[in-house]
């Protein structure tokens, strides 16, 4: 699943390509966005604003119409000049936006809803503060995280209402960077902990939107780097990295699911100690 860093990207981009141009023509397979575009057709309007929110992506055009993907695990934006073949199968489609010099589309979007401000606040509302925005509240995202102290800390991490942005990659990586346990329970995470692991969301996850050089539009094809190396194979700390050295003290990697929600953590034993509490 894309995680928080991927939207940010993506909206970024959509922003560049296609934020203040007019809607020439707005084409979807899926029946309840559709039906909204038979109502209030997007084709006229102008596209706003593109930003992302946690994990879902934004699109705001003129007359107060709203756009709102989640691409789950399959989902993806691509941005095309005129007459530019698509890298997918127009099968694929779910939702195309064309202006005079972008067509924007989004291919396997499992989730998109038309809104207005207020019932975006109200689809919206329940995500916990998010990495990503300058102004981060990391107080009241340990206070959300205490708010469950039985569960393990590298699933709360995930929890998009207790904190917003950080997946699967991120939530492995916050924790080495931290020296916490994926697998202790929140309870048993100190404030210091804590407060490593708000300082480690931001930094690391802001490492890897930091725009590039120059206002090109372009696709997002770089590699998502934690370990500030520019080398492809050294690119993360521990995830996807089972039985290989720890990169600080050469312990063997570990890898295991959380039994929460299935999903995989990956640590090291000796940097990041014991599931039962804190190092030391």
């Known amino acids: ?131 990503l925005e300058q102004g981060f509240d990391a107080e009241l995202a340990i206070a959300n995280l205490r708010s469950r102290p039985e569960m393990e800390i590298g699933v709360a991490l995930m929890s998009q209402r207790l904190i917003a942005g950080l997946g699967n990659i991120f939530k492995s990586e916050v924790c080495f960077a931290a020296g916490v346990n994926p697998f202790r329970r929140v309870d048993s995470v100190t404030d210091a902990e804590m407060q490593a692991l708000m300082a480690a969301s931001v930094k690391l996850m802001r490492a890897n939107v930091t725009a590039g050089a120059g206002g090109a539009i372009a696709t997002y094809f770089g590699l998502r780097r934690t370990t500030g190396r520019s080398d492809p194979e050294e690119s993360l700390w521990v995830y996807h990295r089972t039985g290989r050295p720890c990169r600080k003290c050469g312990t063997p990697i570990e890898w295991r699911r959380h039994g929460a929600d299935g999903r995989s953590s990956f640590w090291c034993p000796v940097c990041q100690g014991a599931a039962g509490g804190s190092r030391g």
Do not use: C, N
């Open 1 to 131: 699943m894309p995680e928080g860093d991927t939207l940010w990207r993506t909206a970024r981009t959509l922003e560049r390509a296609i934020s203040g141009r007019l809607v020439t023509r707005f084409e979807t397979v899926l029946p309840k966005l559709a039906r909204v575009d038979e109502d209030t057709p997007v084709a006229g309007r102008t596209v706003e604003r593109v930003e992302s929110q946690g994990k879902w992506l934004v699109m705001r055009f003129s007359g107060g119409l709203i756009l709102l993907t989640h691409m789950l695990m399959s989902g993806s934006w691509h941005i095309y000049r005129p007459g530019e073949r698509w890298k997918r199968p127009r099968l694929e489609m779910r939702i195309a936006i064309e202006t005079a010099e972008i067509t924007a589309v989004a291919f396997l979007v499992p989730m998109a809803e038309f809104h207005t401000e207020e019932t975006l606040a109200r689809r919206l509302g329940s995500l916990g503060p998010k990495a």
